[in-house]
């Protein structure tokens, strides 16, 4: 075929090569020696990075002859220097690097004594062969010799305390491997594959390093999720599952389909997952979804897509096919989305036949309760909702008894609107005038927000004549309960502004009863908008009434289940919390790291099975030895907890040793002032 153009022969790159290797070779080849440039970030890599990849070994180790792991590109260029000795300078790669050799160092010190062979395999991973007292890494300078020395294991005298990433690193690889697995996690350690680009003495390395790192916006939850779904799939396969599934999701969640996932996980597990400065949603759903072959996927999606149904009816409650239900779904969007993972179970549950129509009403009338009353004394309604699906998991009554315990009294909820602004206020004067259905319906202020010179409470004095104390009592009670009205848009337009003898008249042609009320109180004073308020609160208790099953015990306190993980240790974390409600107890503690240490200590003394339990699954953090430099403490005669870890990590283990023990329900923190305010 003669295309009239003629292809120019291809032409290889001069300054640029890239080739595909065998991580684990590529470290082990007696030529391989990297150092760090000093421009090079600090090392920052926490607990959480080296989970995933002890993860990702463990997984490439169990899959199929032939299987790989790919972990992306290491971008380096040979040494310019006469004087440096290193073969290559390491510019894109260095966290994956550095964490490799930390876990190929805890192997090597986990085995070295048992298994020498593989031992000196591990070993040429690790140090040079023309020098055995050097790493074949060489980090900054100025924190070379500590990597070396936790390489190495060669810690100065006086050093065992010390804390640095590395340490932290090291040590919960060590603490998670086992002798007997070592040649498994060997074996996963082969199979990670990697793209080696070299750069030419002429080429650009940051023009390279900012091509490599600046592709385009980083991949979203969901789009990682969907990535993760259909890999590994026949193309068939992936037809079937993206037009059958996918696609009615992504119908269904439009916009909000990054939501939906969010969602629906804190729904599924009964945890918060977002997690600041890290993919939560995504690795949430991994955590819960690890393996999918196509028969599973099929199941699982046809669940994801029912739930995705009923997400769309949160989006648009004028879909359900109960008016009555679409009315309170309605109500509930006042709140916004935050409340949707109940939502979702409710409705489900619904669906299902588990929840008749009549329960799953009251169920949200209690949560509208819960969430209005708690903002009218302005208690944050932040972080309820994972802890309201654990219950709803256990039975209807358990959610009730959850939702009673904190959703503030009568008395205080009274105070609170008598004094403070009325939070969502159309949605709640229309709620006490008995759901009246009216088009343009418009927000009234009986005193206006911003009163004119010329208006007038009684048709004799003029705003400007009143007192400051009048004028700011008045100020103070406009955007309160007693002050507030509804008015059709035509009334609305003539009571704008008006003194309130005219506004009487206005309102007394109202079709609302709250507003044509007003028309016969004779002068509008503080007194009136006092006595309003106390007439509507008792509408409104009646309105959104509180579950009285069980005695009122919050303080804004947060079940430890729901405690916010952060990573490594922010600034203000020795002040995080005021104080720890555990089993009743009142503890003055003040951190994560000091709460770590109490409640491991005191289950070691009370459930110590659990603790046990808990600790050879999950690999620690009690040990029967102090096997490696760090930080501990002695729970018992020959029992160690390790006191290195993160923050994340330790409130992590706390979270499930109390799991282990049943007594999760039973702890809460108190946040201070800077647990509320630290990110």
């Not at 969907?226 to 396969?237: D, F, I, Q, R």
């Not at 609107?417 to 009216?438: F, M, Q």
């Not at 007192?467 to 002050?483: K, Y």
């Not at 930080?631 to 109390?658: F, H, I, P, R």
Request: with cysteine; net charge negative; charged share 25%.
């Amino acid at each position: 075929m003669n295309s009239g153009t003629e292809l120019a022969p291809s032409v290889a790159a001069a300054h640029v090569s890239a080739t595909a290797v065998a991580t684990i070779h590529w470290l082990s080849a007696s030529d391989t020696t990297i150092v760090v440039p000093v421009y090079q970030r600090q090392y920052r890599w926490d607990i959480g990075g080296c989970e995933q990849l002890l993860s990702d070994v463990r997984a490439v180790a169990d899959a199929g002859t032939g299987q790989t792991h790919f972990i992306g590109s290491i971008l380096s260029t040979a040494s310019s220097s006469s004087d440096d000795d290193a073969h290559l300078v390491l510019i894109d790669g260095q966290q994956r690097i550095t964490t490799l050799m930390l876990l190929v160092a805890a192997l090597h010190h986990t085995l070295r004594d048992d298994d020498p062979a593989l031992a000196a395999e591990l070993e040429r991973v690790l140090v040079r062969a023309d020098d055995p007292t050097r790493t074949k890494l060489r980090p900054h300078r100025a924190w070379a010799d500590v990597f070396e020395s936790v390489v190495l294991g060669r810690r100065s005298p006086g050093e065992e305390m010390r804390e640095s990433r590395f340490d932290d690193n090291y040590a919960f690889f060590r603490s998670q491997i086992r002798p007997d697995e070592a040649a498994h996690i060997w074996r996963g350690l082969q199979r990670l594959e990697h793209v080696s680009i070299t750069l030419g003495p002429e080429a650009n390395a940051q023009q390279t390093f900012e091509s490599l790192n600046s592709t385009g916006e980083p991949l979203r939850d969901h789009e990682l999720i969907h990535n993760y779904v259909l890999m590994g799939l026949s193309h068939a396969e992936q037809g079937e599952i993206e037009d059958e599934y996918w696609v009615p999701i992504e119908h269904d969640t439009g916009e909000q389909i990054g939501d939906f996932w969010r969602h629906y996980l804190v729904m599924l597990t009964g945890r918060e997952v977002t997690v600041v400065g890290e993919r939560g949603v995504y690795d949430t759903f991994r955590a819960q979804f690890p393996r999918l072959d196509v028969a599973t996927l099929r199941d699982r999606a046809g669940q994801w897509r029912r739930y995705a149904g009923i997400y769309r009816i949160l989006l648009d409650p004028a879909r359900a096919d109960d008016p009555v239900i679409a009315r309170q779904l309605t109500y509930l969007n006042t709140f916004g989305r935050g409340i949707y993972p109940l939502a979702l179970r409710l409705l489900h549950e619904h669906g299902e036949g588990e929840l008749t129509a009549a329960e799953l009403l009251v169920s949200l009338e209690h949560v509208q309760s819960l969430l209005l009353r708690r903002t009218v004394v302005g208690v944050t309604t932040d972080r309820l909702v994972a802890r309201l699906c654990r219950a709803a998991a256990v039975s209807r009554d358990a959610l009730v008894h959850a939702i009673a315990r904190i959703t503030p009294s009568d008395e205080r909820t009274r105070v609170g609107l008598k004094y403070t602004a009325l939070p969502h206020p159309p949605y709640v004067l229309k709620r006490l005038a008995g759901d009246i259905d009216l088009p343009d319906m418009g927000l009234e202020h009986v005193v206006p927000a911003a009163p004119s010179d010329d208006w007038s409470p009684d048709g004799i004095r003029r705003w400007a004549e009143l007192s400051d104390d009048e004028q700011n009592s008045f100020r103070a009670l406009a955007p309160t309960l007693g002050n507030l009205t509804l008015l059709e848009e035509q009334l609305f337009e003539r009571a704008f502004d008006a003194s309130f003898p005219e506004k009487r008249r206005v309102y007394d042609e109202s079709a609302v009863t709250i507003t044509r009320a007003l028309a016969a109180t004779p002068a509008w004073s503080t007194a009136a908008i006092a006595a309003r308020t106390q007439a509507l609160t008792d509408v409104f208790l009646g309105v959104w009434r509180r579950p009285a099953v069980v005695g009122i015990d919050d303080d804004n306190l947060t079940p430890i289940l729901d405690a916010v993980k952060r990573r490594g240790w922010p600034r203000g974390w020795q002040r995080e919390f005021d104080y720890v409600e555990f089993r009743g107890e009142h503890w003055e503690v003040p951190d994560i790291r000091y709460l770590f240490n109490r409640i491991f200590k005191r289950l070691w003394a009370d459930s110590r099975q659990s603790v046990i339990d808990f600790s050879a699954r999950r690999g620690g953090p009690v040990y029967p030895a102090r096997a490696w430099n760090g930080q501990w403490d002695e729970l018992a005669e020959g029992q160690y907890l390790y006191m290195g870890w993160d923050s994340k990590y330790m409130l992590t283990a706390v979270q499930g040793v109390l799991d282990e023990a049943g007594w999760a329900s039973e702890v809460f923190v108190k946040y201070s002032y800077i647990g509320n305010a630290m990110k």
